[in-house]
Nanobody, 119 residues
Framework: QVQLVESGGGLVQPGESLRLSCVAS????????MGWYRQAPGKQREWVAI???????NYAASVKGRFTISRDNAKNTLSLQMSSLKSGDTAVYYC?????????????WGQGTQVTVSS
């Protein structure tokens, strides 16, 4: 089992920056990929960025060049540095961790943190 707790959300103006953090606890040694997802009102949850245990990262086209994902395996933390924020980035952001045990992938989610971009 893995527990995830996000922090860092808030209200910012367009063009500003914000940094989200996620702390993992529990069976952290079994975590492979970690990522950030978001869900805007009335929309489905969508993938934002993912990072492997080795540090390889991929980004959704909508955030590439503006967001940077990073992780510290020793501290069991995941971060998302968001820059040049737009109103379209407004959503609840969720931290995700994947483990792979006995040929089965498990997904764990945090409770979410609200990011609102508005003037």
């Amino acid at each position: 089992q893995v527990q995830l707790v996000e922090s860092g959300g808030g209200l910012v103006q367009p063009g500003e920056s914000l940094r989200l953090s996620c702390v993992a606890s529990g069976s952290t040694a079994s975590i492979n990929d970690m990522g950030w997802y978001r869900q805007a009102p009335g929309k489905q949850r969508e993938w934002v960025a993912i990072i492997s245990r080795g540090g390889g990262a991929n980004y959704a086209a909508s955030v590439k060049g503006r967001f940077t994902i990073s992780r510290d395996n020793a501290k069991n933390t995941l971060s998302l540095q968001m820059s040049s924020l737009k109103s379209g980035d407004t959503a609840v952001y969720y931290c995700n961790a994947q483990t792979y045990v006995k040929a089965t992938t498990y997904n764990y989610w945090g409770q979410g943190t609200q990011v609102t971009v508005s003037s």
